[in-house]
């Protein structure tokens, strides 16, 4: 993380928490240094492998945790599924090093809300925290493309058109506005709906489509030729 980091107001109501998890001390110091002076975050713990990441995130509740896909015991990817069954869910933000590397693409299909690059400044990183908080995806903006061309030519136990058969209109609405990457508060306003309710039309999709998250949701709607 190269920035300078700068601090925010204070959010609505308590502050977003965050787990960190990441076998090299310097990248952990690096992250809590920028988010520790930002007045709506609080870093509530540190992991050194999955299984770490695993249990502090069980005890502590996070409402994020920032996940590297590298680790010893217990690695990124492995801790995911663990991690997402958890109750209440944590938004699990993958960190890599490597834009393309084909793991982020194994994690965004296990659950994961999105990735982003270790060395992305530090006003990127605030955002990310803030928008996996609210339920948005997370994308590094650098390596979105190619991510977006591997998933897209993988193909999947189930032909794309069947798994959004089920959908009613609107959720096929919510669904390819998923595609075009807009945050929930973006769909309610381009909806003229509450961002409540988009998240129930959210979570529906999930649930009809087996989709693991926002990212793999959005990645259908493309698959499902929603998109136009």
């Known amino acids: 993380m190269t920035d300078q980091a700068n601090s925010a107001g ?18 952990r110091h690096a992250i809590r240094l920028i988010l ?3 007045d709506d975050i609080d870093v509530v713990g540190e992991a050194v492998n999955g299984a770490e990441a695993v249990r502090l995130t069980a005890e502590h509740r996070p409402d994020v945790v920032l996940l590297d896909i590298r680790m010893p015991v217990l ?11 958890l109750d209440p869910r944590p938004q699990v933000v993958m960190l890599t090093t490597f834009g393309d590397d084909e793991n982020v693409t194994r994690a965004l299909r296990a659950g994961a809300t999105g990735f982003l690059l270790k060395d992305e400044g530090s006003q990127e990183l605030i955002r ?4 996996a908080a609210a339920g948005d995806a997370v994308l590094s903006p650098g390596v979105t493309g190619a991510v977006i061309r591997r998933m897209l030519s993988g193909g999947g136990a189930a032909a794309p058109e069947s798994r959004v058969a089920g959908l009613t209109g609107r959720e096929r609405e919510v ?7 807009l945050s ?11 961002v409540g309710t988009v998240k129930s039309h959210v979570r529906s999709i999930l649930e009809k489509t087996g989709c693991g998250g926002r990212v793999q949701a959005g990645l259908l709607a493309h698959q499902a030729g929603l998109m136009g």
């Open 10 to 27: 204070s959010a609505a109501g308590s502050a977003i928490r965050v787990l960190l998890a990441d076998d090299e001390e310097m990248i």
């Open 36 to 38: 520790r002076h930002v």
């Open 184 to 194: 929930n508060p973006e769909i309610s306003r381009r909806l003229g709906i509450g």
């Open 128 to 131: 990310a925290v803030r928008a």
């Open 175 to 181: 669904l390819v506005m998923l595609g075009d990457g």
């Open 75 to 85: 690695d990124g990817l492995a801790a995911i599924e663990p991690l997402v069954a």
